[in-house]
């Protein structure tokens, strides 16, 4: 990859970051504690200091920008709460101050040496790293309802045709994943270490949604009582939902297990319509843009309401790239381009507010649309590490969620697009629902 690509690369992810910054009032960085996001400042200091430890201490020998902080900027030695001890941490001038001080010996260390594929590598791990934390500034600004991100329009800018019903996808033997060998330091082949390596899978046919879940389909189960439906819900989806009356009840607004009319976090009934919150506003309720912010447990109640179910990871990955044995490998649904705004809804630019049919020159090889950018899409596959996994340069990028969470694919609205491909993971809790979640389903094979 050429030097000026990453250092494009780099530019752009500092400004995105400071601009989700710098757009906040000194107030909004006081906000109280929440237990699903991390405060804005310690996202910016954390990032610089994974470029430290990363490129600088790992290549160089160098020693940190403050020592004393260092402890403070690591996730795995500050405890969440502690976070957002405005006191524990510098200002918002002094913490700029180091971030673009980080951002510029990287762009001078990029510049003025060779580079090395192990440099490229690292490089790109370092800036991808930050990519994933500008998603997590912008869910923290819809969690904690400030103002929108300065870059968030309500342009359409790919409109499409409407589409409905599945795409039928022919049984075969699959490629899943990308190498795990050497070729994880070219181009082409980046990937993480959860996308790693390369596998053949042999699938019967399935029939998968041409289009994610709409906010029109959604509302047609809330609306037919589908959170008061005992047998619509798993046990762990009746936990989740017992949890969520059980915090209402504490703050009087619930009666008990399944009485109590319940829809979407950031959905209301207001003025004879329903409403959703899009960061500090509420907005009428788009019908035909994809659900977002639901829970694998409320994707899974749907299904069961509809007759519909889940794919799993590897039937999204397929429905989404088509890789067979002996063909080129496509990393995106349209090829081995990176996503442009006519493909695919991404960057937090118009957050998943325009139609499920939208962006018709994203489609994948069977028709699906919107497999990338929109909505995270939950699948019914637990996040396990695949055959011949190897811990990569950061031995927690993967390993802490193995088990216990549920795969996502395909990045969502706030995902930057340099970030994704058709392989990447993502890996959520089954409860977490601050994150730009949607789904789209399978049909239920015949009987």
């Known amino acids: 990859m050429d030097k000026a690509i990453i250092l494009a690369d780099l530019e752009r992810t500092r400004q995105r970051t400071r601009a989700l910054i710098t757009s906040l009032p000194e107030?909004?960085?006081?906000?109280?504690?929440?237990?699903?996001?991390?405060?804005?400042?310690?996202?910016m200091g954390h990032a610089a200091f994974f470029y430290e430890v990363f490129v600088f201490n790992?290549?160089?020998?160098?020693?940190?920008?403050?020592?004393?902080?260092?402890d403070l900027w690591d996730s795995f030695h500050v405890d969440h709460r502690d976070r957002w001890c405005r006191d524990l941490f510098p200002g918002r001038e002094e913490t700029l101050a180091y971030f673009d001080t980080i951002y510029d010996r990287m762009a001078d260390r990029?510049?003025?040496?060779?580079?090395?594929?192990?440099?490229?590598?690292?490089?790109?791990?370092?800036?991808?790293?930050?990519?994933?934390?500008?998603?997590?500034?912008?869910?923290?600004?819809?969690?904690?309802?400030?103002?929108?991100?300065?870059?968030?329009?309500?342009?359409?800018?790919?409109?499409?045709?409407?589409?409905d019903g599945d795409a039928v996808i022919p049984a075969g033997r699959w490629l899943i994943g990308i190498p795990g060998d050497s070729a994880a330091f070219a181009d082409t082949d980046f990937g993480f270490d959860n996308e790693k390596p390369r596998f053949e899978v042999e699938l019967p046919a399935f029939a998968i949604s041409r289009v994610p879940v709409s906010n029109r389909e959604f509302q047609a189960f809330v609306e037919d009582g589908g959170y008061r439906r005992p047998e619509l819900w798993s046990?762990?989806?009746?936990?989740?939902?017992?949890?969520?009356?059980?915090?209402?009840?504490?703050?009087?607004?619930?009666?008990?297990?399944?009485?109590?009319?319940?829809?979407?976090?950031?959905?209301?009934?207001?003025?004879?319509?329903?409403?959703?919150?899009?960061?500090?506003?509420?907005?009428?309720?788009?019908?035909?843009?994809?659900?977002?912010?639901?829970?694998?447990?409320?994707a899974e109640a749907w299904c069961h309401w509809a007759g519909r179910r889940l794919p799993t990871e590897h039937?999204?990955?397929?429905?989404?790239?088509?890789?067979?044995?002996?063909?080129?490998?496509?990393?995106?649904?349209?090829?081995?381009?990176?996503?442009?705004?006519?493909?695919?809804?991404?960057?937090?630019?118009?957050?998943?507010?325009?139609?499920?049919?939208?962006?018709?020159?994203?489609?994948?090889?069977?028709?699906?649309?919107?497999?990338?950018?929109?909505?995270?899409?939950?699948?019914s596959s637990q996040f396990f590490p695949y055959d011949g996994f190897r811990i990569d340069m950061y031995p927690f990028m993967s390993t802490l969620q193995f088990g216990d969470h549920k795969v996502t694919r395909g990045g969502s609205c706030a995902t930057s697009s340099n970030l994704i491909r058709g392989t990447y993971r993502q890996a959520y809790l089954p409860l977490r629902n601050d994150v730009y979640t949607g789904f789209r389903t399978c049909a239920l094979p015949a009987t």
């Not at 107030?27 to 996202?43: F, I, M, R, S, T």
């Not at 009356?245 to 703050?251: E, K, R, S, Y």
């Open 27 to 43: 107030a909004a960085l006081d906000v109280p504690y929440h237990p699903g996001v991390n405060p804005p400042l310690w996202e």
């Open 58 to 70: 790992l290549l160089d020998g160098t020693p940190s920008y403050n020592p004393a902080m260092d």
């Open 110 to 163: 990029i510049r003025s040496r060779p580079m090395t594929d192990r440099d490229q590598y690292l490089y790109r791990y370092a800036i991808y790293h930050q990519n994933m934390h500008i998603e997590s500034l912008i869910w923290c600004r819809q969690t904690v309802g400030y103002p929108a991100p300065p870059d968030v329009n309500s342009e359409r800018p790919a409109p499409g045709e409407r589409i």
């Open 235 to 298: 046990f762990g989806g009746r936990k989740w939902l017992q949890t969520e009356i059980d915090v209402a009840l504490v703050h009087g607004c619930a009666g008990p297990l399944m009485s109590e009319p319940k829809h979407p976090l950031y959905w209301r009934w207001h003025d004879e319509q329903w409403q959703e919150r899009l960061f500090d506003r509420w907005q009428a309720l788009n019908p035909d843009a994809p659900v977002t912010h639901i829970t694998y447990w409320e």
């Open 315 to 379: 039937e999204w990955e397929v429905a989404a790239l088509g890789n067979q044995p002996g063909e080129t490998f496509r990393r995106r649904p349209w090829g081995n381009e990176p996503p442009t705004p006519a493909q695919a809804d991404m960057d937090g630019r118009t957050m998943a507010q325009h139609p499920v049919w939208d962006y018709p020159e994203g489609d994948s090889p069977f028709g699906c649309r919107q497999m990338i950018g929109g909505v995270w899409e939950w699948t």
